[in-house]
């Protein structure tokens, strides 16, 4: 049975007999896909996108209550994280909370007043 949760199933519980596969750490792979799309790296830039654009876009779409509107919203984020990527500083904030930055700013923005 697979609970619904805003439309996504949510992961079924971890059987003890699977196996358990170790993953690079999260933060230090968005770093480097980031630093390689700066680079010009199209696949790092796709598997950046992949990565992070599910919670961009549930963030956008809280803020803006539009899918269509948050679609545009996420699609000018990405364009501006793939011109300015040179931007990110490793130091001061992770790829993902950069990302949703530009994002949540860019929501912000686009909403209409009321």
């Known amino acids: 049975m697979v609970h619904l ?3 996504r199933p949510l992961p079924r519980e971890r059987r003890s007999d699977a196996p358990v596969v170790e993953q690079a750490p999260v933060l ?3 770093t ?3 630093r390689d799309a700066g680079l010009g790296d199209r ?3 796709s ?3 992949d990565e992070t654009c599910p ?3 549930d963030l956008v779409l809280r803020v803006v209550r539009d899918p269509s509107l948050a679609e545009d919203v996420v699609r000018a984020t990405y364009v501006e994280v793939w011109t300015h990527s040179g931007r990110f500083q490793e130091t001061s904030q992770s ?3 950069w990302i949703i930055g ?3 700013t860019r929501a912000l923005a686009s909403r209409s007043p009321i």
């Open 43 to 45: 696949q790092a830039f």
């Open 102 to 104: 530009l994002g949540y």
């Open 47 to 49: 598997r950046l996108y």
């Open 95 to 97: 790829p993902l909370s």
């Open 5 to 7: 949760r805003r439309g």
């Open 28 to 30: 230090a792979t968005l």
């Open 32 to 34: 480097h896909l980031l």
């Open 55 to 57: 919670s961009l876009f």
